[in-house]
């Protein structure tokens, strides 16, 4: 079956930030926020490290939820591990965001164990890549859309660049490093436009 994501701003091979919900073989709800990118049709995957609870869910019962949202607080909650059971819906055999605007209910098909060395992030822990196939899509609000963090960098470069002329050279030589990092995760998870917006921004910094 094909699914049709561009609703909720989905691009095919982009990468988004979203919240992972996974339910243990004991019932136990957990959440996460992982990157997730969708690979057309209906195929999607994710990569994870190994040791969290997300995972282990993952690997004992082959599914897991993407939730479309961007609430701050379900974002910083499920990254710090507290993210209590009212935020959840009610369902006793699954985890799924309560309220939230969008979610994609994935089987897992395929995990692919990728050591420190294969990974651009190093570190001491393996990463799993998860290719799943999508079981089920429920938007709740026409209006959701799925959060790509380009943006974000790319509003950061701005706000820098309406003062990189009236700072001193140490601000200066901050800006441009943060705008060099933004630059460099925009080409790893954004569209075309965004890339080329960030690629003229930078041209205009390296003029002043």
Request: with cysteine.
């Amino acid at each position: 079956m094909t699914y049709d994501l561009s609703k909720l701003g989905i691009e095919k091979d982009l990468q988004y930030e979203c919240i992972t919900t996974t339910i243990s073989r004991n019932g136990v709800k957990n959440a996460g926020a992982f990157a997730f990118i969708y690979l057309g049709d209906d195929r999607v995957h994710c990569h994870i490290f190994e040791g969290s609870k997300t995972l282990k869910n993952i690997l004992d019962t082959n599914e897991y939820v993407v939730n479309i949202t961007q609430d701050p607080l379900v974002f910083t909650y499920a990254t710090l591990d507290c993210l209590s059971n009212e935020y959840y819906t009610t369902d006793s055999d699954i985890a799924i965001i309560k309220d939230t605007p969008a979610y994609i209910i994935v089987d897992v098909e395929n995990v692919e164990i990728k050591t420190p060395e294969n990974f651009p992030i190093k570190g001491d822990n393996n990463i799993y890549f998860i290719d799943g196939k999508i079981r089920d899509l429920v938007i709740n609000d026409e209006h959701a859309q799925a959060y790509n963090r380009g943006m974000s960098g790319l509003i950061e470069g701005l706000v820098n660049f309406s003062r990189y002329k009236i700072v001193d050279d140490a601000k200066r030589k901050e800006y441009m490093d943060r705008l060099i990092e933004n630059q460099r995760v925009i080409e790893k998870v954004s569209d075309e436009k965004t890339k080329k917006a960030m690629a003229d921004l930078r041209a205009e910094y390296e003029k002043n």
